[in-house]
């Protein structure tokens, strides 16, 4: 089911994920010309994220070691069935609504004449689009 | 819970819980599920799946239809 599951696993991919953003974060970021502004902002972005997602995985580990207790209540919550079932509907209007900002950034960006951030927007909608067809088609073999 | 295709779900589970002389954080704990699931599922604010439902069931050494009642709206 989805959501549901080995945390352990979903804990440790967060570290490697974080690992890995850390190590291009810095790779770009001392490999990159000073001109580079944009890019080095993207290094940061990259080590930021990195940062964040390796220490959600080392949080994490330490309660697992100090706090089994705490970390076993956590494991029920986050299968409990009610709460994955809020998950999604709460997932569903996201997306949604992610899917009704892009089309107006779309829309605005276009009547800014920025065609790329436009192009970006729309693109964004069909891949969104596109992947929810995927999904169900997926999902209706299945069940 | 008022369910899409018309008629209600109800239970008694506070009943079988109180029989049994249980808090919810007990039954929750036994039963795998938060305590928030059990006061929604008392509440009639939310269905069980099929497995939950049958998890109770056995829990309580009941059948099913002994816990949760399914009521068809009059037309």
Known sequence: MMCKGNDKGFFTVFGILGSIGIVFGFMMKYNLPESAHDAMMASGFLTGIGTALTGIFLIRKVQEKFFPKKVEKDTIEMNDERNLSIKRTASSIAWLTSIIWLAVAAFVLLLMEQRMGAYLAVGGVYVSGIAFIIAMKVLEKKM | ?75
């Open chain 2, 1 to 75: 819970m008022r369910e899409k295709g018309g008629g209600w779900l109800k239970n008694c589970m506070e009943e079988f819980r109180k029989d049994r002389g249980l808090n919810q954080e007990e039954l929750a704990v036994a039963l795998g599920v938060s305590r928030q699931t059990i006061i929604s599922l008392e509440k009639g604010r939310y269905n069980p799946s099929l497995q939950l439902a049958f998890k109770i069931a056995n829990y309580f050494g009941k059948q099913i239809e002994d816990i949760f009642i399914y009521e068809e709206e009059e037309q």
